[in-house]
């Protein structure tokens, strides 16, 4: 075992929404027939995780919960420098709801032991709840850092800014901890440069990959099967619908120069009712 901290990633597997395809008649997505790929925020998360792992020494093991498919991400997290990956499939967990996905997945933290900071993103793109973390938080019962923008480590102790309304959160808490990684909490030079490395560390051990990847089930991580799936999800989806398309005008502002186009839309904005703030909002 590594002198240097445990870190777990939760990565979750959604769908491609810039493909056309994975729409079913009603509206909701086909999750079989969709592209897929890591949900983007949580590549901030595990880019967060390989900063710290570079610091101050470690593993990084990423879990994902879903489906055989989503060992897909798992491969790809390792490819950016995850150390191992955790699918955590089980027929039993379709149909969780959040409260249901954040228990499994807390499960699958205490399995890995003596984590010492699990890493999320701040929110999926398909789901989009931004639950999952703060819940598994308050299973653990340990203090979570959500939107967290900053972060310095000393010793066990964690000090970090989070984003709030109108400004920043300062905190000090005391590992083991949850996070939510904020989008600007990663660097937009390794934003960039995220695919360049990825390919690098791809070509150079591809199969030995694999190796790091297990797949566990409720059983394995002792998740009680009657809080997931179905019946372990208060949630009622009532109805779901299609967004119509609001059928909005368009005003183009042209004049001699960009500077009397913006006074020409300045002036515009003033005139509206609602006042100039709202209407730029
Ligand atoms: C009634 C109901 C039934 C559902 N049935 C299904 C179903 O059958 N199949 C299905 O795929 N979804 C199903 N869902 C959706 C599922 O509950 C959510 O996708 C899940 O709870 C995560 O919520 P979220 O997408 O809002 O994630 P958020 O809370 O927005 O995610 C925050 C972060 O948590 C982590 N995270 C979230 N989900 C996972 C995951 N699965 N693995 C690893 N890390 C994760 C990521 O780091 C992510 O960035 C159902 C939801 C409801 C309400």
């Not at 798992?74 to 990956?85: I, P, V």
């Not at 890995?112 to 703060?134: E, N, S, V």
């Not at 089930?217 to 208060?234: I, Q």
Request: with cysteine.
């Amino acid at each position: 075992m590594s002198d240097g901290l445990r870190m777990a990633v939760l990565i979750k597997q959604v769908p491609d929404t810039s493909s056309a395809t994975g729409v079913n008649p009603d509206g909701t997505v086909d999750r079989a027939r969709a592209k897929k790929m890591i949900n983007p925020f949580d590549k901030f998360a595990l880019q967060k995780a390989i900063e710290v792992r570079n610091a101050r020494g470690g593993e990084i093991f990423v879990i994902s919960m879903g489906p055989p498919p989503a060992i897909a991400v798992l491969h790809e997290a390792l490819e950016y420098g995850a150390d191992k990956g955790y699918l955590l499939g089980d027929r039993r967990l379709a149909a969780s709801d959040t409260l249901a996905t954040a228990y499994a997945l807390y499960k699958a933290v205490l399995y890995l032991k003596d984590i010492d900071i699990i890493f999320t993103g701040l929110q999926t793109t398909d789901g989009d709840t931004a639950q999952t973390g703060p819940q598994i938080a308050e299973r653990m019962g340990v203090p979570q850092i959500s939107y967290c923008e900053t972060m310095e480590i000393e010793g066990k102790t964690v000090k970090a800014t989070r984003i709030i309304d109108g400004g920043v959160q300062r905190l000090e808490v005391e590992m083991p901890v949850l996070i939510t990684v904020a989008n600007s909490a990663v660097k937009l030079e390794h934003k960039r440069f995220a695919n360049v490395y990825k390919t690098k560390q791809a070509l150079r051990d591809k199969d030995a990959l694999a190796d790091k990847i297990f797949t566990v089930d409720l059983d394995e991580v002792e998740a009680d099967a009657t809080r997931v799936g179905l019946v372990g999800s208060p949630t009622v989806v009532g109805k779901t619908w299609k967004i119509g398309e609001k059928g909005g005008s368009c005003k183009v502002f042209k004049g001699a120069a960009p500077k009397h186009e913006v006074e020409l839309l300045v002036d515009e904005i003033s005139k509206d009712e609602r006042g100039v703030m709202e209407f730029v909002l």
